[in-house]
């Protein structure tokens, strides 16, 4: 099998995986990169959030609309800089993140069953070589 085909199928397989283990949890598809995203930058703007989690801003818009009215998130204007709106995660935000990170780390364990830990570091680097590769061919 090729590469791309390789990366999409696990992506997607991992993603149908995850889902349905967090299908009570309520979540839609964009919310769990966001809360993911705001559990090591709280505070963040939204420019950086839609950024961080490859989300055109309009879409993120729509998402943080969602997960404010869910209770996951509050938005404050930033004193400092009053076109920019700092997001937050509430504390029912960092409850469901904590929630979705188990799961996170569950579908980790099964996808590295077997490997090594020098070959689980290899494959963090490879990955993220790829990565930096496409991102700037885009």
């Given at each position: 099998m090729s590469l791309h085909h390789l990366l999409m199928i696990n992506h997607l397989l991992l993603q149908k995986k995850f889902f349905a283990k967090i299908k009570e949890c309520g979540l839609t598809a964009g919310q769990p990169k966001v809360l993911e995203y705001l559990a090591s930058h709280d505070g963040s703007i939204q420019k950086e959030i839609a950024s961080a989690c490859m989300i055109e801003p309009a879409t993120l818009t729509s998402v943080l609309s969602g997960m404010e009215h869910a209770g996951l998130v509050t938005k404050k204007v930033?004193?400092?800089?009053?076109?920019?709106?700092?997001?937050?995660?509430?504390?029912?935000?960092?409850?469901?993140?904590?929630?979705?990170?188990?799961?996170?780390?569950?579908?980790?364990?099964?996808?590295?069953?077997?490997?090594?830990?020098?070959?689980?570091?290899?494959?963090?680097?490879?990955?993220?070589?790829?990565?930096?590769?496409?991102?700037?061919?885009?």
């Open positions: 930033n004193p400092s800089n009053k076109r920019n709106t700092n997001v937050y995660l509430t504390e029912k935000g960092k409850q469901k993140w904590h929630e979705i990170e188990s799961v996170f780390q569950e579908l980790d364990v099964h996808a590295l069953d077997g490997f090594s830990q020098d070959e689980i570091e290899y494959i963090i680097q490879f990955l993220n070589k790829i990565y930096e590769n496409l991102k700037g061919c885009i």
